[in-house]
């Protein structure tokens, strides 16, 4: 089976969870969303080609294996943006230049907590679900290498500390997978010093390699990226200790 194995390491990231109010807190893996929002990045998609993100979020299977989730820190934050009536008028605000180019007297200010992961890295591992995949694995690993517009961890004040060198590999099972791809970028990953355990994450569907100690619900499987809606996911997960190559 052909999987897409691709890398993300930064000095900080935010894989966004649920957020009520003021607190915005940050998972230790990205959410299904954060990486079809990804990909569109590399593609090149807009998030207003809802049926484009709808499709590849639909047709692909995502796992996460984080060799280190980092350690949480949380960013007290205050930020102006305009209305909501200024933000419906606009079709894009480009920049931040333009945001704040609504008025003073009309622009919010609001704060929040929200919580960071630094140094966290993590592989992502993409296999097709259906046939109809709107672009081959071959394509993305090639656009994540070369992407159209800027990628980012959660947020985007935080840049990947590394190109996320993704590559398709042959293999029987996720960890397989990964592992092919940890072989090929060897010399990169010896100047990290991981813990000896690692968790995995996939969504049903997937052969991880080792059984699920358990499965939860996350509502991250992209429903409209305009309208900032989410069903749903379910999101098995389970322990590999890579110090002995075998299942903790």
């Not at 990964?178 to 970028?185: D, I, N, Q, S, T």
Request: charged fraction near 25%.
């Amino acid at each position: 089976m052909q999987y897409c194995v691709f890398s993300l390491y930064g000095p900080m990231a935010s894989w966004g969870e649920i957020a009520v109010g003021e607190n915005r807190h940050s998972a230790d893996h990205p959410s299904k969303s954060a990486v079809i929002g990804l990909l569109g990045a590399a593609l090149g998609l807009r998030r207003d080609e809802e049926e484009a993100h709808a499709r590849l979020s639909g047709s692909l299977g995502v796992a996460c294996l984080v060799r280190d989730p980092g350690a949480a820190v949380t960013d007290y934050h205050t930020v102006q943006t305009p209305p909501a009536s200024a933000v419906k008028s606009a079709r894009y605000f480009r920049t931040r230049k333009d945001e704040l180019s609504v008025g003073r007297d009309v622009l919010n200010t609001i704060e929040s907590r929200r919580e960071y992961r630094c140094d966290t890295f993590v592989h992502v591992c993409l296999w097709a679900k259906t046939e109809d995949l709107p672009w081959s694995l071959q394509e993305i690993a090639s656009a994540l290498n070369r992407p159209r517009f800027v990628p980012y961890l959660g947020r985007k004040s935080c840049p990947p500390g590394l190109p996320v060198h993704a590559r398709v590999v042959e293999a029987q099972t996720i960890l397989d997978a990964v592992r092919a791809a940890e072989e090929a970028h060897a010399e990169i990953l010896r100047r990290f010093r991981f813990p000896p355990h690692a968790a995995l994450y996939w969504e049903p569907g997937g052969t991880p390699g080792i059984e699920a100690r358990h499965t939860t619900v996350r509502r991250d499987a992209v429903e409209s990226r305009r309208r900032w809606t989410f069903l749903n996911r379910m999101e098995h997960y389970g322990v590999v200790d890579l110090g002995s190559a075998g299942e903790a």
